[in-house]
């Protein structure tokens, strides 16, 4: 079999990237996409400051355009190859999102036609220097995830995370996940669980919503021998955030989210 000649490119110009990481999750809708804004917009935070780049590989549903508030805009061709869009000044964001004509129109694409488009994504885009790389990705283990995972590993990848809801449905894939990192041999740096608890914003108690029969995602963890990085709580002020594009630092910095987010963050840059 002939080696693929886009390995070197995407090397090559993942050379300026200190840390690519992948997120998962088993299922959709567990909050993936969130959680991938969020540690981007964490680790782009005035008091963390890193250079942060976050890609969108969910081909047939990408949602960074929406989350990081950069519905709508168009990425640019340069002598140096697509300009991603900026988010923050040292926050940006490249999605198959922004080359569809509409935002409702569908990906059908089969398994090569994704590694393409990927390999475009990573040999193409002028990501200049980054702290972090960070690949949103579809849910489960399919044919982005290998391609993904076959580019990254050349150029160097740092890891994965893996983010889950505490239902035991939700834990139950996160084992494929770890599985699958073990299987392509690319290291877990730690489990996020999302949506575990929900802070009412009137009387500020504490309510459990998804019991988790089997102890959480922690308990799983540490029965799986993988990190456990943190919970994120079940936030109203979060889910409009995001649906509205904005940044729940700026937003509502005192959040539970925010405060969660703050040691989730550090324990990544640990
Ligand atoms: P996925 O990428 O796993 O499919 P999304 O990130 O798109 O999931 O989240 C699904 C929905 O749940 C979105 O509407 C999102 O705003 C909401 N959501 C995700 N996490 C939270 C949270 N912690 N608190 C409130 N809403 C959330």
Not at 39 to 47: D, H, T, V
Not at 181 to 189: A, F, G, N, Y
Not at 241 to 246: H, L, V
Not at 251 to 265: I, M
Request: charged fraction near 25%; aromatic fraction near 6%; hydrophobic fraction near 40%.
């Amino acid at each position: 079999k002939l080696p693929d000649p886009g390995i070197a490119l995407v090397k090559e110009r993942l050379s300026s990237v200190k840390n690519k990481v992948l997120i998962l999750s088993g299922k959709g809708g567990v909050g993936k996409s969130t959680v991938t804004s969020l540690i981007s917009r964490g680790l782009a935070a005035e008091n963390i400051n890193r250079n942060v780049a976050v890609l969108d590989i969910d081909i047939c549903g990408p949602s960074q355009p929406r989350v990081l508030g950069a519905l709508g805009e168009q990425v640019h061709q340069s002598a140096s190859g697509w300009s991603p869009v900026f988010v923050e000044e040292n926050l940006s964001l490249m999605s198959i999102g922004f080359l569809l004509n509409d935002v409702n129109d569908a990906v059908i694409w089969r398994g090569p036609k994704k590694n393409g488009m990927i390999r475009q994504f990573l040999s193409e885009v002028d990501w200049g220097t980054l702290d972090y790389l960070i690949l949103d990705t579809p849910p489960g283990t399919s044919d982005e995830h290998l391609s993904a995972t076959t580019y990254l590993k050349e150029a160097g990848i740092t890891g994965a995370i893996i983010v889950t809801t505490p239902q035991e449905v939700a834990l139950l894939d996160v084992r494929k996940e770890i599985d699958f990192c073990r299987k392509v041999k690319i290291p877990i740096l730690g489990v996020v669980e999302n949506m575990s608890s929900f802070v009412c914003p009137k009387c500020k108690n504490s309510a459990e919503i998804f019991p988790a029969l089997t102890g959480g995602a922690k308990k799983m963890s540490e029965e799986l021998n993988v990190e456990f990085l943190g919970s994120l709580p079940l936030d109203p002020y979060l889910a409009r955030c995001c649906d509205e594009g904005k940044n729940i630092l700026e937003e509502f910095p005192e959040s539970p989210t925010v405060k969660a987010l703050h040691s989730l963050v550090n324990k990544i840059i640990e």
